[in-house]
């Protein structure tokens, strides 16, 4: 087992006090931007820290990986017609939620969305990074 990538500490601490008997932590990344305070994949589910509730009142919400209907980039097209790397993603649970992410990087983007497409397929562990 490969110890957890993370930005901050006290993220991963969240995270880890939320372990479930048998989770392990890939990654826990800090977020940009107003709403999202950080996003942490473990083999079991995505767990987010949402600061957007009225009263400055915080939530961590889990997103079991069967939960997930989709995982997309977001992109600004650029004057010249090209996508920007995007250092943003979107995840979509279904009913109308869908949760934003904006990572200080392109490749913690593109590692959250690996992970998440990993699990949703069936297809890996998640823990290579890329």
Same mark, same amino acid.
């Given at each position: 087992?490969? !110890?957890?990538?993370? !930005? #901050?500490?006290? %993220?991963?601490? %969240?995270? %880890?006090? @939320?372990?479930?008997?048998?989770?392990? /932590? +890939?990654?826990?990344? !800090?977020? =940009?931007?107003?709403?999202?305070?950080?996003?942490?994949? =473990?083999?079991?589910?995505?767990? /987010? %820290?949402? $600061?957007?509730?009225?009263? $400055?009142?915080?939530?961590? =919400?889990? +997103?079991?990986?069967?939960? +997930?209907? &989709?995982?997309?980039?977001?992109?600004? #097209?650029?004057?010249?017609? #090209?996508?920007?790397? &995007?250092? &943003?993603?979107?995840?979509?649970? @279904?009913? @109308? =939620?869908?949760?934003?992410? !904006?990572?200080?990087?392109?490749? $913690?983007?593109?590692?959250?969305?690996?992970? +998440?497409?990993?699990?949703?397929?069936?297809? @890996?562990?998640?823990?290579?990074?890329?």
């Amino acid at each position: 087992m490969t !110890d957890p990538v993370f !930005d #901050k500490s006290e %993220q991963l601490e %969240q995270v %880890q006090q @939320g372990l479930l008997e048998g989770e392990t /932590i +890939i990654a826990v990344y !800090d977020c =940009t931007g107003a709403g999202t305070g950080f996003i942490g994949m =473990t083999n079991l589910r995505v767990v /987010i %820290q949402d $600061k957007s509730f009225v009263g $400055k009142r915080t939530a961590i =919400t889990s +997103i079991p990986y069967q939960n +997930i209907r &989709s995982v997309s980039f977001l992109s600004n #097209k650029s004057w010249t017609g #090209k996508f920007f790397s &995007s250092s &943003s993603i979107a995840v979509d649970t @279904g009913g @109308g =939620t869908m949760y934003e992410a !904006d990572f200080r990087g392109v490749e $913690k983007a593109r590692h959250v969305h690996t992970v +998440i497409l990993e699990h949703t397929t069936g297809r @890996g562990t998640g823990a290579t990074r890329t």
